[in-house]
T-cell receptor, first 112, second 110 residues
Framework: SQTIHQWPATLVQPVGSPLSLECTVE??????LYWYRQAAGRGLQLLFY??????ISSEVPQNLSASRPQDRQFILSSKKLLLSDSGFYLC???????????FGPGTRLTVL | SQQGEEDPQALSIQEGENATMNCSYK?????LQWYRQNSGRGLVHLIL?????REKHSGRLRVTLDTSKKSSSLLITASRAADTASYFC??????????FGSGTRLLVRP
């Protein structure tokens, strides 16, 4: 069966520090991969998605970036965190159709 | 703005009652999906309804879709305290993306 892992579960970082969040998927090949951010009590904002190794589409211009170095690995990064980067970050995967998405447990990021 | 908008934003019911949540969207879709999120957790897929379907059932869940009105509803029958969560609709327009609504927070009181 397929599983999706995210780490760390929680993270507290100072403003201006770098960020690296990792997401890995097991049990499937060539998945579509997604990074979302969720503000408290709000819906999901799509940040990046990837349909293959090295292929990244950005939805929101900001100081975050994403990379997909391996088929089932998706990394969210920042060189310098802002206070506004605080939130709940969710990784998800899907197959092309019907695009039912499967979510990881999330990373709670607090930037101080 | 979000493609899908849920209504109401929050709903409080007694255990055993039915809960109905609505979702409206703006553009043509390939399918519409409903997800559930427990506090502080990832989302869990509940049910998918295709654009050529009008109603779908899964256990205590019933979803309807009216493409002429660009709206969908999720009915949870005989609610339980464990149904307390946020519920999101998401629309798929055949691109690689899902567009999520802002969610309905459901509280089921024991």
């Amino acid at each position: 069966s397929q599983t999706i892992h995210q780490w760390p579960a929680t993270l507290v970082q100072p403003v201006g520090s770098p960020l690296s969040l990792e997401c890995t998927v097991e049990g499937t090949s060539n998945p579509n991969l997604y990074w979302y951010r969720q503000a408290a009590g709000r819906g999901l904002q799509l940040l990046f998605y990837s349909v293959g190794i090295g292929q990244i589409s950005s939805e929101v211009p900001q100081n975050l970036s994403a990379s997909r170095p391996q088929d089932r690995q998706f990394i969210l990064s920042s060189k310098k965190l802002l206070l506004s980067d605080s939130g709940f970050y969710l990784c998800a995967w899907s197959v092309r159709a019907p695009n039912e998405q499967f979510f990881g447990p999330g990373t709670r990021l607090t930037v101080l | 703005s979000q493609q899908g908008e849920e209504d109401p934003q929050a709903l409080s019911i007694q255990e055993g009652e039915n809960a109905t949540m609505n979702c409206s969207y703006k553009t043509s879709i390939n399918n519409l999906q409903w997800y559930r999120q427990n506090s502080g957790r990832g989302l869990v897929h509940l049910i998918l309804i295709r654009s050529n379907e009008r109603e779908k059932h899964s256990g205590r869940l019933r979803v309807t879709l009216d493409t002429s009105k660009k709206s969908s509803s999720l009915l949870i029958t005989a609610s339980r305290a464990a149904d307390t969560a946020s519920y999101f609709c998401a629309t798929d327009d055949s691109s690689y993306k899902l567009i999520f609504g802002s969610g309905t927070r459901l509280l089921v009181r024991p």
